[in-house]
């Protein structure tokens, strides 16, 4: 599941206003480099049948299978700090990591902040 919040709606609808076309947002999730993964944010007109649809705060959400797995936990801010404003991903994750010379199993929670640009 992905979300967003209600000042990232408000400025999701403000551009599809602009627009004056779209029936939401497509989150992708594409390689970069050598480094990983980035978030790709595009207006949508139409959904694929094989896309999943999520309606958080009136905005539709739209997500391609592959990029489904790498979004799951999601949650879509719009921050602004001085000049600089844009979606700020914030990602809920858990991982278990295995330590191989205690053979022990180490479990964590956190956070991970994305901050992507698209104004």
Known sequence: MITITDKGAERVNYFLENRQSGIGI?????TTGCSGYAYQLEFA??????????????VKIIVDPKSLLMVDGTHMD??????NAGFSFRIQWKMKLVDVA???LLKSKGTLNVIRKWM
Do not use: L, Q
């Not at 007109?45 to 009136?58: A, L």
């Open 26 to 30: 497509r989150v992708k999730i594409t």
């Open 45 to 58: 007109d139409e959904t694929n049948p094989e896309d999943t649809i999520f309606e958080s705060n009136g």
């Open 78 to 83: 719009y921050i602004k700090e001085g000049i």
């Open 102 to 104: 205690n053979h022990s």
